[in-house]
């Protein structure tokens, strides 16, 4: 656990001396405590946003993040989340080639300009669904893996449960104007994680600053892509009811970053806040990994077993994203079910720790077994169930 514990000291001070050590050390902790004071957060113009530090699942600020909000072609995320999945499943292939219907072809808005009844690849689609935010890609797509738009909206809804995404509903895979089409700051941070984190490989094309298709080049529209080395990602949105809206990710010195801005006024404010927000990350924050995947962090006492102990840790590592300088004021809390009791299975939830900040909680994951645990024979479990009464 990170609770540190005050040294020992052997030698012996005067009357004075300890007076003043205590003095010396008082004024020591206060100044460490005023040292890396809780950043103020920025406060942005527009409706909704959010920073988030996906490593740890954090949320470093946000203001309205489960407001919901018309998504405009932020919806692109989840439709490329879920051609990255056939992909990944195999049920599509990159050079497939897909039919473009009438109804494709029609669709109003972004365009990568894919002609009627033309027979285009779906590596091709995809990068003009990502780069060139174009609907018409969205709708072929969506009709070549579910049969028409409106299926593919239904597996979009289908993954977005799943994601656990709980204020967030698709009518169609654009974006486009519709009541019933909405998310939100937190939903579509958590959606951009989940691309990064399940799809990497395909996650690149969102760095993709141009790409030309029909001999017309057309700019990917993120313009931090631009102004930023950092950032690889993700999407722009805009319609009149949802305004200027932006998700951008960046990573810096191993550390990630997703920021979403919905409902700001015009290009240029999406933009400035969605920078304010990754320099504001970036600058007053950093992602630590406390304890890595199935580290023994405790030996509890288990009875009834071949042994009187069990190893217990994380099922995967523990990071957290906390204000620089403050690691040393990061507490870990254990507490385990009791009595534990043999036989016990490796896996076996066992109880939770939790990390703190300031009395704040950052973070409770379950603790696992880290092995199995047989029962004893019955000479064992008699001499622990003498033990348990004597407690």
């Not at 990502?130 to 593919?152: C, K, T």
């Not at 104007?177 to 937190?186: K, L």
Request: aromatic fraction near 6%; proline fraction near 5%; hydrophobic fraction near 40%.
């Amino acid at each position: 656990m990170l609770i540190r514990s005050a040294p020992r000291y052997t030698t012996c001070l005067s009357a004075i001396q300890a007076a003043r050590w205590l003095l010396l050390a008082a004024f020591a902790c206060n100044g460490a405590a005023q040292a890396s004071p809780a950043p103020l957060p920025p406060k942005l113009k527009a409706d909704s946003y959010l920073l988030l530090e996906p490593q740890s699942g954090q949320i470093l600020v946000s203001h309205n993040p489960d407001q919901r909000l018309p998504s405009a072609s932020l919806t692109k995320i989840m439709t490329a989340y879920l051609v990255f999945q056939s992909l990944a499943q195999g049920s599509l292939q990159p050079d497939d080639l897909v039919r473009i219907s009438n109804k494709a072809w029609r669709t109003p808005g972004s365009r990568m300009f894919i002609e009627v009844n033309s027979q285009v690849s779906v590596q091709d689609l995809l990068r003009g669904l990502v780069v060139q935010s174009g609907n018409d890609a969205a709708v072929a797509l969506a009709e070549h893996i579910a049969g028409d738009e409106a299926n593919f909206a239904q597996l979009m809804n289908s993954q977005a449960q799943q994601l656990g995404l709980q204020n967030t509903h698709f009518t169609n895979a654009t974006g486009l104007p519709d009541d019933n089409h909405y998310s939100t700051a937190r939903d579509l941070a958590r959606i951009t994680a989940a691309t990064i984190r399940d799809y990497p490989t395909q996650y690149a094309l969102y760095a993709e600053k141009t790409y030309t298709y029909n001999n017309i080049s057309q700019r990917n529209r993120n313009d931090l892509l631009w102004r930023d080395a950092s950032v690889d990602g993700v999407k722009t949105g805009h319609t009149q009811a949802a305004g200027y809206c932006l998700v951008a990710a960046a990573e810096r010195d191993n550390m990630r970053l997703i920021s979403v801005v919905l409902g700001a006024d015009s290009k240029t404010q999406r933009l400035k806040e969605s920078q304010a927000l990754l320099n504001h990350g970036y600058r007053f924050y950093r992602t630590h990994r406390v304890y890595q995947t199935e580290q023994v962090i405790h030996q509890p006492r288990a009875w009834y077993g071949t042994t009187e102990k069990i190893p217990v840790g994380p099922v995967q590592a523990v990071d957290v994203a906390i204000p620089r300088g403050q690691y040393d004021q990061l507490q870990s809390h254990i507490r385990m079910d009791t009595p534990l009791q043999a036989p016990i299975q490796q896996g076996q939830t066992l109880g939770t720790l939790t990390l703190t900040l300031a009395d704040q909680t950052l973070q409770t994951v379950p603790l696992i077994a880290l092995q199995d645990l047989p029962a004893g024979n019955l000479w064992r479990q008699a001499v622990d169930r003498t033990l348990q009464l004597l407690e």
